[in-house]
């Protein structure tokens, strides 16, 4: 079984003439739009990302899904990621068990260090502590998970001692992933907790993550974990259209804006249309393109990888609303039909 779903981080359009940035308003009334049109056409879930920077909408991904919950019948909401390091888990294990409940059962949560820093001071972290926080809140959000009285003792956060944590999830518990870059420590620490985990690739060529993909698969086994629970996914960047060639080329001034804006503050050189091409190439990390050439590199990623989840990423540089829409309409009309079709052969 493949779950085909989308994620997104909430990026505001950023006028290139003027620098005017979107009202974050607007974007969270197309969001939800976008979120019932995903509901509607099949897709089996949907993560909203956790950023506090003036070019993304969403600080808080479990308003926008609680939202979405209201809107929606069946499509699993999930984070894309939260931001465990620099939250208080026990806050948002409650904020989640809240979506659980008025989604009846259809809230997740992606735990992950996050792509920017931002949240660290804003909430009063010290980035020194960027792994041992990580660790600690994780170890804390399972505990919350698995049991309804909690003691628990860490460092950068007051001891509970016979605490109740309320409300529960529709099930009392609620799925746990971890999303991961490229680091050997994150993979075998999510094999050894058996928890799911999300491989962001979104750059250079998939196939470098094979070896991370067979050493989360091996620390999983090794811990006794029962492979019949086994769930993987990929998160790439993806846009959907009727013409590849079409949809390419109206794409890449959304996405190398958006390249180069984020590079800027990493000291990564210009975007370049080289990189682009390869990317939506057999072997690079973009699902850029029409129906087939998209069903042929999700299925190219499920075999390569042994995928239960393949999320596209999908408002990379914010490029239209209706151009969203019509890529959603794609993606679970035409793409998901076919992919899952081949996957359940």
């Known amino acids: 079984m493949l779950e085909l779903g989308i994620g997104m981080f909430g990026d505001l359009q950023i006028d290139p003439q003027t620098g005017k940035i979107q009202a974050a308003q607007d974007r969270m009334q197309e969001i939800i739009e976008e979120i019932k049109l995903m509901d509607e056409v099949g897709l089996d879930f949907f993560g909203m990302g956790e950023h506090h920077r003036a070019d993304y909408a969403v600080a808080s ?13 069946k499509i699993k909401l999930g984070s894309a990621v939260s931001v465990l390091s620099s939250a208080d888990p026990v806050k948002l294990f409650q904020d989640f ?9 259809r809230a997740e949560i992606m735990a992950g260090r996050g792509s920017f820093i931002e949240s660290f001071p804003l909430y009063g972290y010290d980035l020194k502590d960027y792994s041992s926080l990580f660790e600690e809140k994780l170890e804390l959000l399972l505990r919350l998970n698995k049991s309804e009285t909690v003691n628990w003792t860490g460092k950068h956060r007051a001891s509970l ?8 999830p529709v099930n009392n518990s609620m799925p746990i992933w971890v999303a991961v870059g490229g680091t050997t420590e994150s993979v075998i620490r999510a094999g050894r907790l058996g928890l799911p985990v999300m491989f962001a690739i979104i750059g250079g060529s998939p196939i470098n993550f094979k070896p991370l993909f067979e050493v989360y698969e091996q620390a999983y086994q090794d811990n006794g974990h029962d492979m019949a629970n086994f769930q993987v996914g990929v998160h790439m960047h993806s846009f959907f259209g009727e013409d590849s060639k079409e949809i390419a080329d109206w794409y890449y001034p959304f996405y190398s804006a958006q390249m180069n804006r984020i590079g800027a503050s990493r000291g990564w050189p210009a975007y370049q249309k080289s990189q682009y091409d390869y990317g939506r190439s057999r072997h690079g990390h973009l699902i850029v393109g029409d129906v087939n050439e998209s069903v042929e590199k999700i299925l190219q990623m499920q075999e390569t990888f042994g995928l239960t989840r393949f999320s596209a990423h999908m408002d990379v540089g914010s490029p239209d609303h209706s151009k969203m829409m019509k890529a959603i309409e794609f993606y679970g009309n035409q793409i998901a039909p076919k992919v899952r079709a081949a996957v359940n052969k």
């Open 97 to 105: 068990a809240t979506v659980d409940l008025i989604s009846n059962g």
């Open 61 to 73: 991904p479990e308003i926008i899904l609680a939202a979405a919950a209201s809107v929606t019948k």
């Open 161 to 168: 001692v016979n605490q109740t944590i309320y409300p529960r």
